[in-house]
Structures are given as C-alpha cells and as structure tokens.
C-alpha cells in the first residue's frame, strides 16, 4: 500500500490534501510543528521541523513504509535573508528522514508559489505578467529557489521523482495560517458589517487590477494527479482556478454576498491598522452569534489581506503547460468565493448573513 507523508499537515492545503490521499488509498501521517485546529485522516505527529534530532527521533521509526512525500510547510521570517535559511532547513531535515529510513520512496512534492516569479516585488523589480513556469528567477533571496535547489540536487541519481506546484492565493480554511485570504476577508468583512459600514476596498489604484485564485480543492486534485503521474516526473507547474477576474468585478459579489453596500476608498485605507484592534469587537461578534471560540489573531491576517488587496499591478499564472500535460479541471472563482463564504457559515466560524444588493 502506498504510504504519504504531508508536512505542513494542518495548513490550508496540508490539512485537505490528507483527505484527498486517503481517499485515493494512500496511508497518511501528518507532521505539523503545533496542534492548531483538528486534523483527520492521518496519523499526526507533532514536531519541531528546525530540530533535525527531535524529527528523527519521531519519525524514524514511522516513516519506513513512506512511499510519497508531500512538503507543504512554510515559516515566516523577519527578512529574506532569514526565510531562506530557516525554510531551506526546514526542507533539508525533513527530506533527511525521509530519504535515510523510507524503504521505497518514490516521489517528493514541494509546493511553493507565486512568490517564486516575484509577485511580492512587481514588476519594476522584474515580476513578468502572465508568470510561466520557463521565467527566468529573479536576483533576489527567495526560499523557494532554495528549497527547489535543494530538491533538484538530491534527487539526481535517485529512483525517487518530484514535482513543485505553484498556486496563486489558495482559499480554503485553516486557522492561524499566515497567507490566509480567504478567511481574513469574510472576517473583515464580518467586522464591517457588525460596526454598520459598507464594505470598503482599501485602494482605488487597485481597483481594476487582475487577480487569480486557486481553490484548496483544485490544488489538491492537481497535487495528487501530479505526484502519481509518470508522465509529470521531475516537472513544475503554476496552479489556478483558470479564470482571471478584477477586483471591480469581485468585490460588489462579495458585498452583496454579505449583504452590504461597497465603496472604494479614494486614499489609501489600511487594512492591516484597521484590524488590529478590533479582537473584543470579534468576541462580541462571536458570542452574539455563537460561533466556535476563536480570537480573532486565529483566523485574520491582516497584512497578507493588506498585500493581496493593494498591490497595484496584475497578478496572473499560466496555466498552459498544465494543461499540455493533461488536467484540464477547472473552478469558477466567484462560485468558489460564494460556497467558500457558505462552508464558512456552517462551520460557524463567521455569522450567517442575510445576502443583498450591493451598490
């Protein structure tokens, strides 16, 4: 029986990817470096993935029947400088374990994303629209060309292959993950709503800028096709939805979703100031509603939402060689936000809202 290990288990993909595995007919461990939220479908195992000693002492033992590999674990940092040693160390001790005690590996997936063409940057420092996956890096620090380095090297002269996927933002749920869009913005929306105010988007000269998506589900569909697919060995691949949409297109469905009127802010509105103090309004909001007693530093991010909100240029992947190789699937990006908006209502992690038009 194939065996899978996912690292980053309780993470937005992580934690839906062990779903998708299991039902695939894979046995699946979890490692994650906290107990953050629940975890089904695999055996977790807590450890500290900066501590090589403490994951061999963890892991040895468990990871002999491992046949696939799946990274999906980030830390944040205060500079680039500091990402890229603590990521790409991070990666190193993992694959350590694994290559030294499993018996038949045969695949190592390593996620990454956008981030990898520059994204966060622009294009001023070299970020090219649309992103394809045969650009050049930039020069700059960047964990993922390390962790990629890293990957390519060790696998040279091993049966083992491996595949690097590259999503846009991905919207699924996780609690206390750091690039969580998509649930800072029903949040954020949640809070605006509660104080009586229209739903403001932060930048006028972001208004009209192209975004793209990639749905958790889609992700770990394309994840598990890619990794058990001969045909996609030792290959990259941008991830998304397969739309493009403007945010003057998505933020008056997301109004009304919420039942709320909208407005555009004329100067810069910062986001990321604007949720910061509002933790006892959030206990409020919860208790009122009786939703499941999360702080609201749990669920809302505001810088990533700050990021992905304002940054006044395109953001789009191709999504070509994806297709040459052969998933066609695909999401539409407005349903997806809307079921997205739902699951979060029945989990009660936001309130159910009375939906309306936005104007």
């Known amino acids: ?29 979890g490692v994650a470096k906290s107990k953050k939220g629940e ?39 205060d500079s680039e400088e500091e990402k890229c040693k603590v990521n790409k160390q991070m990666f190193e ?45 930039l020069s700059m620090p960047n ?29 699924g749920y996780s609690e206390d993950t750091a690039m969580n869009f998509g649930v800072t913005l029903a949040v954020y929306a949640c809070i605006l709503k509660e104080m009586g105010k229209p739903l403001v988007f932060p930048s006028s000269k972001a208004w009209n800028k192209i975004r793209t998506f990639t ?10 096709w890619m990794s058990t697919n001969p045909n996609c060995a030792n290959q990259d691949f941008n991830i998304n939805n397969g739309d493009m949409l403007r945010w003057d297109q998505l933020w008056p469905r997301f109004a009304k979703r919420f039942g709320m009127k909208y407005e555009v802010s004329k100067e810069e509105f910062d986001v990321e100031k604007f949720m910061e103090d509002k933790d006892k309004l959030w206990k409020e909001i919860v208790k009122k509603n009786q939703l499941q007693d ?15 909100l304002t940054f006044p240029y395109d953001n789009i992947t191709s999504v070509t060689k ?38």
């Open 1 to 29: 029986m194939k065996t899978a290990l996912v690292a980053g288990a309780n993470g937005i993909a992580g934690r839906l990817l062990l779903k998708y595995l299991k039902d695939a007919g894979f046995q699946c461990i």
């Open 39 to 77: 975890v089904k479908d695999a055996k977790m195992i807590f450890a500290d993935m900066m501590k090589k000693d403490e994951l061999n002492e963890k892991l040895s033992s468990e990871v002999k029947n491992v046949t696939h590999m799946y990274y999906c674990a980030w830390q944040p940092a």
């Open 93 to 137: 001790n993992m694959l350590d374990v694994v290559e030294s005690n499993a018996n038949d590996l045969q695949h190592v997936y390593l996620q990454t994303g956008t981030k990898y063409y520059g994204v966060h940057v622009g294009p001023d420092k070299g970020y090219k629209i649309p992103s394809m996956e045969s650009d050049s890096r």
């Open 143 to 171: 964990f993922y060309y390390d962790q990629e380095d890293v990957l390519k090297q060790r696998q040279k002269g091993k049966k083992w292959t491996w595949s690097v996927a590259r999503p846009d933002a991905i919207i």
């Open 215 to 224: 749905d958790a589900h889609l992700l770990c569909k394309a994840i598990l």
């Open 294 to 308: 999360y702080d609201l530093s749990q669920l809302a991010k505001g810088d990533f939402l700050k990021f992905y």
């Open 322 to 359: 994806l297709k040459k190789f052969g998933f066609n699937e695909f999401v539409d990006t407005a349903d997806m936000f809307d079921n997205f908006f739902t699951e979060l209502q029945n989990q009660k992690i936001i309130p159910k809202v009375t939906t309306g038009a936005a104007t």
